[in-house]
């Protein structure tokens, strides 16, 4: 399998009168198609290792690879684009936009790559179909329940097909059974699309839905 993502002894730290390490000296690798989730308390240095791979952060030590390019070795517009392009976020809070419907949410990441209105509507409502709410495309957030604003989401993550989906705790805010459709979801979609998946999670039943599980303490992998 082809190699997507790479952690080469990866060290994060934040603060400056009182260093905190987030991430130590973290080696990983992770492939094209694979599913893997990472598990541990909160504090662990989780959501640390998203933002690496998503260059929203970025390493104290060492060097994260996407695709074979070191992350470090390109510029911010580089990061910017590649992070448009190539990787989908979704997060516990969804992070839609409060005052756009639905499609509009969903076609938002077209029309900031120039895609024209008409097309990016169209692409928007193909992939609503695909997440079970074409019927919801006109309404606004406010107007869905929690499962449904987290399908948004991930319509809005994989409308531009990306190599790698990074979903920070995505069934955080649902309830257990809101919770199972987004991951049975994630796995239909995956089936379609054969993306990439690296899931945080503290749910054990989100984690089984990934043929990989690490575990990750105070900074370090612990068990894989």
Not at 42 to 45: A, D, M, Q, V
Not at 125 to 128: E, K, N, V, Y
Not at 139 to 143: A, G, K, L, V
């Given at each position: 399998?082809?190699?997507?993502?790479?952690?080469?002894n990866?060290?994060?730290r934040y603060?400056?009168s009182?260093i905190?390490?987030?991430?130590?000296?973290v080696?990983?690798e992770i492939?094209?198609?694979?599913?893997?989730?990472?598990m541990?308390p909160?504090?662990?240095?989780k959501?640390?290792?998203l933002?690496?791979v998503a260059g929203l952060?970025?390493?104290?030590?060492g060097?994260?690879y996407?695709?074979?390019?070191?992350?470090?070795?390109?510029?911010?517009?580089e990061?910017?684009?590649?992070?448009r392009?190539?990787?989908g976020?979704?997060?516990?809070?969804?992070?839609l936009?409060p005052?756009?419907s639905a499609?509009e949410n969903?076609?938002?990441?077209l029309?900031?790559?120039?895609?024209p209105?008409?097309?990016?509507i169209e692409?928007a409502?193909?992939?609503?179909e695909?997440v079970?709410l074409?019927?919801?495309?006109r309404?606004?957030?406010?107007?869905l329940?929690g499962?449904?604003r987290?399908?948004?989401?991930i319509?809005?993550a994989?409308v531009?097909?990306p190599?790698?989906?990074l979903?920070?705790?995505?069934?955080?805010?649902?309830?257990s059974h809101?919770?199972?459709?987004v991951?049975?979801l994630?796995?239909r979609?995956h089936?379609?699309?054969?993306t990439?998946?690296?899931?945080?999670t503290?749910n054990l039943?989100a984690?089984?839905?990934?043929e990989r599980?690490?575990?990750?303490?105070?900074?370090?992998?612990?068990?894989?």
């Open positions: 399998m082809e190699q997507v993502v790479r952690f080469d990866v060290t994060k603060g400056s009182e905190v390490t987030a991430l130590e000296h080696d990983l492939f094209s198609g694979e599913r893997i989730a990472i541990g909160s504090g662990s240095g959501s640390t290792m933002n690496l952060d970025k390493p104290s030590d060097e994260i996407f695709e074979g390019r070191a992350l470090s070795g390109m510029s911010d517009d990061v910017t684009l590649l992070r392009k190539k990787i976020l979704i997060f516990q809070t969804f992070n936009l005052t756009l499609v969903v076609s938002l990441p029309r900031l790559d120039g895609m209105q008409k097309t990016s692409r409502s193909a992939m609503l695909k079970g074409e019927h919801r495309g309404h606004r957030p406010d107007e329940s499962g449904e987290q399908r948004i989401a319509a809005r994989l531009f097909e190599a790698v989906l979903a920070d705790e995505p069934t955080g805010n649902l309830d809101s919770g199972g459709e991951m049975d994630l796995d979609l089936d379609a699309f054969g990439t998946i690296m899931l945080v503290h039943a984690a089984e839905h990934c599980r690490i575990s990750i303490l105070d900074g370090k992998i612990t068990h894989e």
